[in-house]
């Protein structure tokens, strides 16, 4: 069973709506009394302050992300930048973090339940921690089966949330009073000192908005969505926080604040009468609702990450076994809820700790973040972000400073702790994940390349921690499958490509949903789905497995079809694709549709082959000398190497002497030493369709004519091959090309 994805389908409202929800859960309903007890009233600033840390954090968020909008958000960052090394650590930290916060989030359900329930404790654990439990469990099982909140349902439960908020806010500004705010020692009764403690234990409360960068793959229009919802998220919960822990020291002293359910305390003395029942009620649904959603969310982004890192071979890919009946990382999801139940159990009576290892472990990963930001802009020449931080490197480099300095203030434990999780992570790259993973980062490419000018320490200590197989990645070739006749066809195809240089196949299976139906309610078929879909890579796995090649399965469900195929090998790196003729007129000349053709760059190099066979035994390779006839050559040589290929190369010409001598350069520039030459005069059309005669597969190379010329005057030289008996592959090369040659042509 292959990996499994969903396609693009969440935009700036629900993305907005993860960040907000999952904040809002944390920060309002469960730390303000824990906060208040450590820092006195002057604790509002700890939010502000909190509140600053993450906005800094969240600009470089977003630049990562519109450059790079992939699965797993902040390790999948700084894996690339700065290699699996410090991969290992964002990655196992990250999913740590949103473990521990998972546990947190729980423990703050289950103060409030205990407030609507009559929990019995059992054995160690205290009522709230039972409680916890009975939680715990329940969101791990809501994910294994994979009844995930939907962009749209995550949008009602944020506007619910936000509505008994401001109804508490206006009723507590009416019940607000300086007195109370200012009581028991003033302002800052614990002394100014304590706010950066402070902020330390509430930064648990900001580590939303970067959930939205691990699902940044299924954002719609990621250049400008996931900046706005990331940084619009961090700017509006803090506001939030500000105004409603203000209100609740003035309605409640900040010494009797209740530690286990704050807003519930203040909602009773806020509200008059009868009414305060009334509003105490909803206020706890809505602390369960909120700490739920939270919970819910942090197990479904290290289900992410989980993938991220299996896709890179950190973590065994094992984890990311898809469940044949819910489509669900079910492993994955075990494990961390194994996690979640023990951190609840050994540590639920002490929500500091959880709280501040959660912020602790995300502390040190947004450090590497920032680190990654800058490494990404100074060696990588294709880094091309949608968004920009303003005052670069300054604000990277004060993101890294208040991320590590804020570390100073988290307490004696928790620095322990993160210090015994950076040496396990260190101890799991050098035993397990240096020998598996493949992936140089940036960084350490950067400095062996440049060994002459750099200091021998700094070059042997990037030697030390590359990984084994850093230089030597395997070329990965994409065959896009759809129709049963065909796949053995583009298998065989790809397979003989992947043989000669050594790669490896990623057959991927595109199930287009037509745009009448969510996503979500496909994969609730899933039966009905992967049927077709199990058997069509079934049969992929089998040939490749004869032909000796390893490949990888994925089923992608989508509304794009064809559109799909070229994100999916984009965000695959993929080095070639492999596809059918279907959604694609060969007589057209290039792979992609006419609109694609003018806004977009092919994501690697594209072969398309007709329905009509894959037969390579006589190949017809024609070629003027265009950019897209390097890869025919490519293509023909692969498979006179692998399969024993006999190649005809044809050109024509109006001067058969002049023709000859261009095409014995071209093919000895392309090493096609045992081609047979023909040199031909007159129509080109004429030329293809006699010489195809008798021959098995024709090679054709994506025309250079541009569309307008290709819609008034026909496809030159193509315009044939939907004539032709015999087999046609199309190949193109992509190429940076002005909107005038898109249309013109050179």
């Known amino acids: 069973m292959g990996d499994e994805e969903l396609a693009k389908d969440l935009g700036l409202l629900s993305a907005l709506t993860i960040g907000i929800g999952t904040m809002i859960g944390a920060g309002i309903f469960v730390l303000p009394g824990v906060a208040a007890s450590t820092a006195g009233p002057v604790v509002v600033v700890s939010f502000v302050i909190g509140g600053s840390i993450a906005m800094v954090n969240a600009l470089s968020v977003s630049e990562l992300g519109t450059a790079m909008p992939k699965a797993g958000g902040g390790y999948y960052y700084v894996n690339r930048a700065l290699g699996p090394l410090f991969g290992s650590i964002a990655g196992l930290g990250d999913w740590m973090g949103l473990a521990f916060a998972s546990a947190f989030y729980s423990i703050g359900f289950g103060q409030y339940l205990t407030t609507l329930l009559p929990i019995p404790g059992v054995l160690f654990l205290s009522d709230i921690q039972v409680g916890a439990l009975i939680a715990g469990v329940v969101f791990v099982g809501v994910n294994y089966i994979g009844a995930k909140e939907t962009g749209g349902l995550q949008t009602v439960i944020v506007t619910v949330l936000l509505v008994i908020l401001a109804l508490f806010a206006i009723q507590g500004w009416l019940s607000f009073d300086l007195g109370t705010l200012l009581s028991d020692g003033g302002l800052a009764p614990l002394g100014y000192g304590a706010i950066l403690p402070g902020t330390a234990l509430i930064f648990v409360s900001f580590l939303g908005y970067a959930k939205i960068a691990t699902v940044a793959e299924e ?4 250049g400008r969505n996931l900046p706005l919802a990331v940084i619009g998220s961090v700017a509006i919960v803090t506001v939030v926080y500000a105004v409603l822990v203000s209100i609740m020291l003035g309605v409640v002293p900040w010494p009797d604040l209740s530690q286990t359910a ?3 305390q203040a909602t009773q003395v806020a509200f008059p009468g009868g009414l305060a029942v009334v509003a105490v009620t909803i206020v706890t649904l809505g602390a369960l609702l909120a700490t739920a959603s939270s919970a819910n969310a942090s197990i479904l982004a290290s289900a992410r990450i989980n993938f991220a890192m299996g896709r890179d071979r ?11 009946s819910y489509a669900t990382p079910y492993r994955s999801i075990v494990l961390t ?4 139940v023990v951190f609840i159990a050994l540590l639920g009576q002490d929500i500091e700790v959880l709280a501040k290892a959660a912020s602790v472990l995300h502390l040190v990963v947004y450090a590497l973040m920032n680190a990654a930001l800058i490494v990404f802009r100074e060696t990588d020449p294709e880094y091309d972000p949608a968004f920009r931080v303003p005052l670069y490197p300054l604000t990277p480099i004060l993101g890294m400073v208040l991320s590590v300095g804020l570390l100073a203030f988290v307490g004696q434990r928790e620095l322990l702790l993160s210090a015994a999780f950076v040496v396990a992570a260190l101890v799991w790259y050098f035993v397990y994940a240096r020998r598996r993973t493949d992936r140089q980062g940036l960084l350490g490419r950067y400095i062996l390349n440049r060994q002459e000018k750099l200091p021998s320490s700094v070059v042997d200590a990037a030697a030390t921690v590359a990984p084994d197989g850093a230089g030597v990645t395997p070329p990965t070739t994409m065959v896009a499958l759809s129709n049963p006749r065909t796949e053995h066809s583009l298998v065989g195809l790809a397979a003989a490509l992947a043989k000669d240089d050594g790669g490896r196949l990623l057959a991927t299976h595109v199930v287009q949903v037509p745009d009448q139906t969510s996503l979500a309610a496909a994969a609730e078929q899933r039966k009905r789905l992967s049927e077709t879909s199990d058997q069509l890579l079934a049969d992929a796995r089998a040939d490749a497995e004869e032909l000796g090649v390893p490949i990888e399965t994925r089923t992608i469900l989508s509304h794009e079809g064809l559109a799909e195929v070229f994100e999916a090998a984009r965000s695959s790196e993929v080095d070639r694709l492999v596809m059918g003729h279907r959604g694609t007129r060969l007589a057209g000349g290039r792979a992609e549709g006419r609109l694609d053709e003018l806004i977009h760059d092919l994501p690697c190099d594209v072969l398309v082959l007709d329905e009509r066979g894959f037969d390579p035994s006589e190949i ?3 070629t003027a000398g265009g950019h897209s006839s390097e890869l025919s050559a490519e293509v023909a040589r692969a498979l006179q190497a692998t399969v024993g290929a006999d190649v005809s190369v044809l050109h024509v010409a109006d001067d058969p002497t002049a023709g000859r001598e261009f095409l014995e350069d071209w093919v000895a520039d392309h090493e096609l030493d045992k081609a047979e030459l023909l040199v031909e005069t007159g129509d080109v059309e004429t030329a293809i369709g006699n010489e195809a005669t008798g021959r098995t597969l024709v090679v ?7 569309l307008l010329s290709r819609i008034v005057g026909g ?12 087999a ?15 249309l013109l042509g050179r």
Not at 731 to 738: G, K, L, Q, S, V
């Open 620 to 622: 017809l390779l024609p």
């Open 337 to 340: 809820g194994g996690m979640i």
């Open 219 to 222: 954002l719609k229009n990621p």
């Open 314 to 324: 950190i973590v065994t890919n094992w984890l990311n076994q898809i469940h044949p």
């Open 262 to 264: 704050p807003l519930t």
């Open 728 to 742: 046609v592959l199309l190949a193109e090369r992509p190429h940076t090309r002005p909107l005038r040659e898109r």
């Open 700 to 706: 054709v190379g994506a025309t250079e004519r541009g």
């Open 715 to 726: 496809s030159l030289t193509l315009s044939v091959l939907d004539d032709l008996d015999t």
